[in-house]
């Protein structure tokens, strides 16, 4: 039933719902309404916009793009960057194969723990996971603009879904790969440990865990370049900034404050947990809108369904279990780990409960903030008719009273 237009003119009662309506928030406004896709046959819709984006037209060369930080948004700048030490590892193997490769940290985990079998090796941490990090952000940096501008955009461009969304749609294929990869790799490691499926004690039972499987290793630092990558883009201001820019900032700092210290202080089992009950339902989050800016009405409504338990499940249900399991497990280490001292591995003082248990904390009082938000748009949608006549202009990020005119 259509809403009167005088209804739809009116302005929301609080910030708050402005913010679940704004089609610029990044969780809420994505599940508003489309704007209709054009009649024409979807082989016959075209865009105005170049497959590569303006991101490439931007490009002011290689040595420029490097100063301002341009190579994040330039595929070919971003490429260039990798190929260097990727060249002179392959140079180094074929000239001096009997001497250790300088370039190999930059490109393989390292700090591998002397005696271990070869074919199940295990790892320590070390300085030269530095170098790793920071090639692997230039990895996502390139991974990302690939499949935004030359696999996404072009889809969406095909399928018809306006210019103004075309990058939003990028972001959202990016972001189901991404996690639905991440997710299914942390619940594969989670398998190998003893932490599966989510035996909380077994977090502080034989700590320190200083000694990681090569998967573990790589899985933990990939996730750390990934999500530094993630909040150079947002400090930058790389991207449009949204209207929860401020929440998204404080997930990020947040997020890399648990996966550092985590790492840091041996406690990498919880981290690998942690990350699972957060990446599953991000990649359900990205299929729902997706499905979204597809117009594929019925898929959205039941995706959307299923991405509300799996949110609840895993952002909040298993959150809650590890919050409570440092709360209440945390005596289960050895005694012996219950000190200063970082050479052995322990680093579990009595006011490091604390340490461990605040980041988790507020990551979780974010998720509720957006848990909120995610309930009022099933609320509205089931018993209200507000929220699915809304129109809204191709632009996401322009205003409702200009898609009127527009339209």
Same mark, same amino acid.
């Given at each position: 039933?259509? %809403?009167?237009?005088?209804?739809?003119?009116?302005?929301?009662?609080?910030?708050?719902?402005?913010?679940?309506?704004?089609?610029?928030?990044?969780?809420?406004?994505?599940?508003?309404?489309?704007?209709?896709?054009?009649?024409?046959?979807?082989?016959?819709?075209?865009?105005?916009?170049?497959?590569?984006?303006?991101?490439?037209?931007?490009?002011?060369?290689?040595?420029?793009?490097?100063?301002?930080?341009?190579?994040?948004?330039?595929?070919?700048?971003?490429?260039?960057?990798?190929?260097?030490?990727?060249?002179?590892?392959?140079?180094?193997?074929?000239?001096?194969?009997?001497?250790?490769?300088?370039?190999?940290?930059?490109?393989?985990?390292?700090?591998?723990?002397?005696?271990?079998?070869?074919?199940?090796?295990?790892?320590?941490?070390?300085?030269?996971?530095?170098?790793?990090?920071?090639?692997?952000?230039?990895?996502?940096?390139?991974?990302?603009?690939?499949?935004?501008?030359?696999?996404?955009?072009?889809?969406?461009?095909?399928?018809?879904?306006?210019?103004?969304?075309?990058?939003?749609?990028?972001?959202?294929?990016?972001?189901?790969?991404?996690?639905?990869?991440?997710?299914?790799?942390?619940?594969?490691?989670?398998?190998?440990?003893?932490?599966?499926?989510?035996?909380?004690?077994?977090?502080?039972?034989?700590?320190?865990?200083?000694?990681?499987?090569?998967?573990?290793?790589?899985?933990?630092?990939?996730?750390?370049?990934?999500?530094?990558?993630?909040?150079?883009?947002?400090?930058?201001?790389?991207?449009?900034?949204?209207?929860?820019?401020?929440?998204?900032?404080?997930?990020?700092?947040?997020?890399?404050?648990?996966?550092?210290?985590?790492?840091?202080? #041996?406690?990498?089992?919880?981290?690998?947990?942690?990350?699972?009950?957060?990446?599953?339902?991000?990649?359900?989050?990205?299929?729902?809108?997706?499905?979204?800016?597809?117009?594929?009405? #019925?898929?959205?409504?039941?995706?959307?369904?299923?991405?509300?338990?799996?949110?609840?499940?895993?952002?909040?249900?298993?959150?809650?279990?590890?919050?409570?399991?440092?709360?209440?497990?945390?005596?289960?280490?050895?005694e012996t780990s219950k000190q200063w001292n970082p050479p052995t591995g322990a680093w579990m003082v009595w006011w490091m409960?604390?340490?461990?248990?605040?980041?988790?904390?507020?990551?979780?009082?974010?998720?509720?903030?957006?848990?909120?938000?995610?309930?009022?748009?099933?609320?509205?949608?089931?018993?209200?008719?507000?929220?699915?006549?809304?129109?809204?202009?191709?632009? %996401?990020? %322009?205003?409702?009273?200009?898609?009127?005119?527009?339209?």
């Amino acid at each position: 039933m259509s %809403e009167p237009k005088s209804l739809k003119a009116r302005p929301r009662a609080s910030s708050l719902k402005q913010l679940e309506g704004d089609p610029a928030h990044h969780l809420a406004g994505s599940f508003v309404p489309q704007t209709p896709l054009e009649s024409a046959p979807l082989s016959k819709r075209k865009s105005t916009t170049g497959q590569a984006g303006i991101d490439e037209a931007q490009s002011q060369g290689f040595w420029s793009n490097i100063r301002s930080m341009q190579w994040m948004r330039v595929p070919t700048s971003s490429l260039k960057l990798l190929a260097i030490p990727a060249v002179l590892y392959v140079n180094w193997q074929i000239l001096a194969p009997a001497l250790p490769n300088p370039f190999a940290s930059v490109l393989f985990i390292s700090h591998k723990t002397p005696g271990t079998p070869t074919e199940k090796p295990l790892y320590q941490k070390g300085y030269n996971d530095i170098p790793f990090v920071l090639y692997y952000i230039i990895m996502w940096s390139f991974v990302r603009q690939v499949l935004v501008l030359y696999i996404f955009r072009p889809f969406a461009q095909w399928w018809g879904i306006p210019d103004g969304k075309l990058d939003r749609y990028g972001e959202q294929g990016y972001a189901l790969l991404y996690f639905g990869f991440s997710g299914s790799w942390g619940l594969k490691i989670m398998s190998e440990l003893p932490t599966w499926y989510y035996n909380t004690k077994a977090f502080w039972i034989g700590y320190p865990h200083w000694e990681m499987i090569a998967e573990l290793k790589w899985f933990y630092l990939l996730q750390m370049a990934y999500w530094m990558q993630q909040l150079l883009v947002l400090a930058l201001r790389l991207e449009k900034p949204r209207k929860d820019y401020n929440e998204l900032v404080i997930h990020h700092i947040v997020t890399l404050w648990l996966v550092c210290w985590s790492y840091l202080v #041996n406690l990498t089992y919880i981290g690998n947990a942690i990350f699972v009950s957060m990446d599953i339902p991000d990649a359900f989050l990205a299929i729902t809108k997706l499905l979204n800016y597809m117009q594929l009405e #019925n898929f959205k409504n039941v995706m959307f369904v299923i991405f509300v338990g799996m949110w609840s499940y895993f952002r909040h249900w298993l959150n809650l279990l590890m919050i409570k399991s440092v709360w209440d497990e945390f005596h289960l280490m050895p005694e012996t780990s219950k000190q200063w001292n970082p050479p052995t591995g322990a680093w579990m003082v009595w006011w490091m409960q604390y340490q461990v248990l605040v980041p988790i904390v507020l990551l979780q009082l974010v998720q509720l903030f957006w848990y909120f938000l995610i309930w009022r748009i099933l609320y509205r949608a089931v018993f209200q008719s507000t929220l699915v006549d809304d129109e809204r202009s191709d632009d %996401e990020d %322009e205003p409702v009273e200009k898609a009127g005119k527009k339209e």
